[in-house]
């Protein structure tokens, strides 16, 4: 029910509200609302739909600032709120007006997804803050509180069209309220861009720290900081003042302005998930709800599925991206995982390195990329052609290696070969170092600033004229802007597997234990599970992947992505087809999915049904320490039994020293079956159900 503050009273809405190119009254549809006139007020609160969590605005002292209850608690004490431009002073808030209140119940399909039908029920409170600059003279504020969080972002609606400012700061803060709160995060702005692994500290010792940033505080509230539909803005990071208060802290250009754009113009929304658990965190949606819908209209072209490439080779110094006689992306090659992907029912196959530019520091050299020109070994026609004969779709490959002007020059002929060819999907690359992302010709720039996240929106959208779905990686991070494009497909944006082949040290157990309440929440993750080879002829340790075998094939139920690798060799499938049979089995497409239970950095265990089908899958993994946890099925249909098909850690399995011991058995289960899931240290267990 929302609840309405005193001193509010009803009347018109507000013409700010109207008029700006955000998502008005008239373009949701309305269940409930009500506005003021345009008298000031001084302060007004919204509750979400359940009345758990109730947001409030007030304007005193010259500040504009929102607090969030949630049961009564105080989540967020009293923090600013506002913009900040070039040439103008820090704004002061005199007052709050055109308060207009709305609610709305709705649902809507994801093309592909997680979640097949995703619910949008809302309160959303909007007013006007009432600044004594020239550009916040009337800052719209928009709030909309779901049962799980709320969203936040800002208006400037009568800066004149075409009129450019420049935006210096962000005054958004999040005071964190009283208890203690522990935050997994790690260091924004370093020359890795988001390939960390996290630390688990005490919330006041946060620097400047990428989103999402998840926290927990001593009483089990899970909170979780992040943006969504960030569009020509940059990127939000926040930063600690060592007494738990948070404030956004945008990513800067070259020259230290945070953003060069025209009037008028609406910002991302600030967003913070609120959950009883971690997996209630996971299981939200309200970042996808903050974006405006699909403008793509039939995308029955961006497919879901799974695909193996020419690329763990190249990690694992088998074969080269560079040409010469130890070149991966032949034709011969290509053709032979083609024969594997069509033997084995896989949609695609990646080809890294078949394009001019590899050849010596590329890294360095990115502008001398050629996207549309072949090395002479590699037929890209005739591989194309192969592969559609057996119904396998190439899937392209863009590295950059930060040249983004060279890419830039190229993109619509690069796009044009790609689907003459019929290739749908490509996977785009940016590995340089943060801050040094440039044309090669001028200034360095973040790997998330505004210049970076304009580059990666056109990339989209020219991708989507061609009917190309884009697999990004070293990209922006995920803010939900798949519902608005869904042929944004998958991204990486995290420490992946590549690191298990050559990270020294490589990624410890706790990693993906951590991931499904932090990274993933975002959105997909281009994460490339699936390795056989773990112990690659007795490499030590901190030079290899740090799980069990059952744990890699649980990562394609709990790592979510609607494109999922199988990364290893052929070869090495080949040795192990009784567990390689959980990979050719589990789908990427979901029904509805259900995280069951976890807690951060110690264990995951994820559910998800197959779209189209009655059956589900179930995937755990768990950090270091072995676990035995109790698990009811209580989320299989009722009335029905299933097959479930158990892959799970061996009686001696253990990541250090018995990685590959692996069990399979299969046993006929309901709704009402309570399963023992006994998983190694660095192990997992991976089920299917089949409905019978």
Same mark, same amino acid.
């Given at each position: 029910?929302?609840? #309405?503050? +005193?001193?509010?009273?009803?009347?018109?809405?507000?013409?700010?509200?109207?008029?700006?190119?955000?998502?008005?009254?008239?373009?949701?549809?309305?269940?409930?609302?009500?506005?003021?006139?345009?008298?000031?007020?001084?302060?007004?609160?919204?509750? @979400?739909?359940?009345?758990?969590?109730?947001?409030?605005? @007030?304007?005193?002292?010259?500040?504009?600032?929102?607090?969030?209850?949630?049961?009564?608690?105080?989540?967020?004490?009293?923090?600013?709120?506002?913009? @900040?431009?070039?040439?103008?002073?820090? *704004?002061?808030?005199?007052?709050?007006?055109?308060?207009?209140?709305?609610?709305?119940?709705?649902? /809507?399909?994801?093309?592909?997804?997680?979640?097949?039908?995703?619910?949008?029920?809302?309160?959303?409170?909007?007013?006007?803050?009432?600044?004594?600059?020239?550009?916040? !003279?009337?800052?719209?504020?928009?709030?909309?509180?779901?049962?799980?969080?709320?969203?936040? %972002? =800002?208006? #400037?609606?009568?800066?004149? +069209?075409?009129?450019?400012?420049?935006?210096?700061?962000?005054?958004?803060?999040?005071?964190?309220?009283?208890?203690? /709160?522990?935050?997994?995060?790690?260091?924004?702005? &370093?020359?890795?861009?988001?390939?960390?692994?996290?630390?688990?500290?005490?919330?006041? !010792?946060?620097?400047?720290?990428?989103?999402?940033?998840?926290?927990?505080?001593?009483?089990?509230?899970?909170?979780?900081?992040?943006?969504?539909?960030?569009?020509?803005?940059?990127?939000?990071?926040?930063?600690?003042?060592?007494?738990?208060?948070?404030?956004?802290?945008?990513?800067?250009? *070259?020259?230290?302005?945070?953003?060069?754009?025209?009037?008028?113009?609406?910002?991302?929304?600030?967003?913070?998930?609120?959950?009883? @658990?971690?997996?209630?965190?996971?299981?939200?949606?309200?970042?996808?709800?903050?974006?405006?819908?699909?403008?793509?209209?039939?995308?029955?072209?961006?497919?879901?599925?799974?695909?193996?490439?020419?690329?763990?080779?190249?990690?694992?110094?088998?074969?080269?991206?560079?040409?010469?006689?130890?070149?991966?992306?032949?034709?011969?090659?290509?053709?032979?995982?083609?024969?594997?992907?069509?033997?084995?029912?896989?949609?695609?196959?990646?080809?890294?390195?078949?394009?001019?530019?590899?050849?010596?520091?590329?890294?360095?050299?990115?502008?001398?990329?050629s996207f549309t020109q072949p090395y002479p070994d590699f037929d890209i026609g005739e591989v194309t052609r192969y592969g559609l004969g057996k119904g396998v779709r190439l899937i392209g490959h863009n590295e950059t290696?930060?040249?983004?002007?060279? =890419?830039?020059? &190229?993109?619509?002929?690069?796009?044009?070969?790609?689907?003459?060819?019929?290739?749908?999907?490509?996977?785009?690359?940016?590995?340089?170092?943060?801050?040094?992302?440039?044309?090669?010709?001028?200034?360095?720039?973040?790997?998330?600033?505004?210049?970076?996240?304009?580059?990666?929106? %056109?990339?989209a959208e020219a991708a989507a004229k061609r009917q190309i779905a884009i697999n990004a990686h070293e990209p922006v991070k995920d803010t939900g802007l798949r519902r608005t494009w869904p042929n944004l497909i998958s991204?990486?944006?995290?420490?992946?597997?590549?690191?298990?082949?050559?990270?020294?040290?490589?990624?410890?157990?706790?990693?993906?234990?951590?991931?499904?309440?932090?990274?993933?929440?975002?959105?997909?993750?281009?994460?490339?599970?699936?390795?056989?080879?773990?112990?690659?002829?007795?490499?030590?340790?901190?030079?290899?992947?740090?799980?069990?075998?059952?744990?890699?094939?649980?990562?394609?139920?709990?790592?979510?992505?609607?494109?999922?690798?199988?990364?290893?060799?052929?070869?090495?499938?080949?040795?192990?087809?009784?567990?390689?049979?959980?990979?050719?089995?589990?789908?990427?497409?979901?029904?509805?999915?259900?995280?069951?239970?976890?807690?951060?950095?110690?264990?995951?265990?994820?559910?998800?049904?197959?779209?189209?089908?009655?059956?589900?899958?179930?995937?755990?993994?768990?950090?270091?320490?072995?676990?035995?946890?109790?698990?009811?099925?209580?989320?299989?249909?009722?009335?029905?039994?299933?097959?479930?098909?158990?892959?799970?850690?061996?009686?001696?399995?253990?990541?250090?020293?018995?990685?590959?011991?692996?069990?399979?058995?299969?046993?006929?289960?309901?709704?009402?079956?309570?399963?023992?899931?006994?998983?190694?240290?660095?192990?997992?267990?991976?089920?299917?159900?089949?409905?019978?």
């Open positions: 029910m929302l609840q #309405f503050c +005193a001193g509010t009273r009803s009347g018109t809405p507000s013409k700010l509200r109207l008029r700006g190119r955000g998502i008005g009254l008239a373009a949701i549809g309305v269940l409930a609302f009500g506005a003021n006139s345009a008298a000031a007020q001084d302060s007004a609160c919204a509750k @979400s739909p359940d009345s758990r969590i109730q947001v409030c605005v @007030s304007v005193a002292g010259g500040r504009a600032q929102y607090t969030v209850e949630r049961d009564g608690k105080t989540v967020v004490a009293p923090s600013n709120l506002g913009m @900040s431009f070039e040439g103008e002073a820090i *704004p002061r808030f005199e007052a709050m007006s055109d308060i207009a209140r709305k609610e709305e119940r709705t649902s /809507w399909e994801q093309p592909w997804g997680e979640a097949r039908v995703v619910a949008n029920d809302y309160s959303q409170l909007a007013v006007v803050l009432r600044g004594d600059t020239p550009l916040t !003279r009337e800052t719209g504020l928009t709030i909309r509180v779901f049962d799980d969080g709320l969203g936040l %972002r =800002y208006e #400037f609606a009568d800066i004149p +069209a075409g009129r450019e400012v420049s935006v210096v700061g962000d005054l958004t803060e999040f005071r964190l309220g009283s208890g203690k /709160w522990e935050a997994w995060w790690y260091p924004a702005l &370093q020359p890795d861009r988001d390939e960390y692994l996290y630390s688990r500290t005490d919330a006041r !010792r946060i620097t400047l720290a990428e989103t999402p940033l998840t926290m927990r505080r001593e009483d089990g509230l899970h909170a979780s900081i992040h943006e969504a539909a960030l569009i020509d803005f940059p990127s939000m990071l926040l930063s600690g003042d060592g007494s738990g208060s948070l404030r956004s802290w945008l990513t800067p250009l *070259p020259d230290g302005i945070s953003a060069r754009i025209s009037g008028p113009f609406e910002t991302p929304w600030r967003t913070i998930l609120l959950g009883d @658990s971690a997996g209630a965190l996971a299981d939200s949606r309200l970042t996808l709800n903050l974006n405006e819908p699909n403008r793509l209209g039939d995308v029955s072209w961006v497919e879901p599925g799974k695909y193996v490439g020419i690329w763990w080779e190249m990690h694992l110094d088998k074969s080269t991206w560079a040409s010469g006689p130890r070149h991966g992306a032949t034709s011969a090659n290509a053709k032979r995982y083609i024969d594997f992907a069509h033997a084995n029912g896989f949609d695609g196959v990646l080809v890294e390195g078949w394009n001019e530019g590899w050849d010596g520091d590329w890294i360095q050299n990115g502008n001398k990329f290696g930060g040249g983004i002007t060279n =890419y830039e020059r &190229q993109l619509d002929d690069a796009l044009d070969f790609y689907a003459r060819l019929g290739v749908r999907q490509i996977k785009t690359g940016y590995v340089r170092r943060s801050g040094d992302v440039d044309d090669f010709e001028g200034p360095g720039h973040w790997f998330a600033d505004q210049f970076m996240v304009r580059h990666h929106q %056109r990339v991204r990486e944006g995290a420490r992946g597997q590549e690191f298990n082949a050559w990270g020294r040290p490589t990624n410890p157990p706790e990693h993906r234990s951590i991931l499904p309440f932090t990274r993933l929440l975002a959105g997909p993750m281009d994460f490339t599970p699936g390795i056989f080879d773990i112990e690659r002829g007795g490499v030590p340790l901190d030079h290899r992947v740090q799980s069990t075998l059952a744990a890699q094939l649980a990562l394609y139920v709990v790592f979510y992505s609607p494109i999922q690798m199988a990364a290893d060799l052929p070869e090495n499938y080949a040795r192990r087809p009784d567990a390689f049979q959980f990979i050719r089995d589990v789908p990427t497409d979901w029904e509805r999915s259900r995280t069951l239970q976890g807690e951060i950095g110690d264990f995951a265990v994820v559910a998800r049904q197959e779209r189209g089908s009655a059956d589900w899958f179930l995937g755990g993994v768990t950090d270091e320490n072995a676990r035995s946890l109790i698990q009811p099925l209580d989320f299989l249909e009722a009335g029905r039994q299933y097959e479930a098909q158990i892959y799970r850690d061996g009686d001696d399995a253990d990541y250090r020293t018995m990685p590959l011991a692996l069990e399979i058995s299969n046993m006929t289960v309901t709704k009402d079956t309570v399963l023992g899931l006994r998983l190694a240290p660095g192990g997992g267990v991976a089920i299917r159900f089949r409905a019978l």
